[in-house]
């Protein structure tokens, strides 16, 4: 998803995600602008972001410590594709937050309850 979206780093202060925030303040306008003017050109961020959430469904035994931090990113991805209306994720809804964030739950890292909050808030 990082070489398809060069400014997916920047997707955690957009949704408020409290450990960045608190490290990076928020985002000023430019740089929502810039995340959101390479998400438009990069319409293949999208179908990596479901290719991750659908690789860690189908292998549910993995325990690798990265990835809560790729679901998480994939649904940062979704959430602002969504939000922009960008191709098909303009149908969706963030009720489609729940999967990533059921995804997230199951993993049992001390990092997925922030996760799981976040993506809470960014629904709400």
Not at 85 to 105: P, T, V, W
Request: charged letters at 20%; aromatic letters at 8%; glycine letters at 4%.
């Amino acid at each position: 998803m990082y070489l398809a979206l060069p400014t997916l780093q920047t997707l955690p202060v957009l949704a408020k995600y409290a450990p960045r925030v608190s490290r990076d303040g928020l985002v000023p306008k430019e740089c929502r602008e810039m995340v959101d003017s390479n998400l438009k050109n990069a319409l293949e961020a999208q179908g990596y972001a479901w290719q991750v959430v659908d690789l860690v469904h189908q292998k549910l035994n993995l325990a690798a410590p990265w990835l809560p931090i790729a679901v998480f990113y994939a649904s940062l991805v979704v959430w602002r594709a969504s939000a922009l209306k960008l191709g098909g994720a303009g149908q969706g809804s963030r009720k489609i937050l729940l999967l990533f964030r059921e995804e997230i739950d199951k993993m049992r890292w001390p990092c997925c309850r922030v996760m799981v909050a976040t993506l809470d808030n960014m629904r709400a």
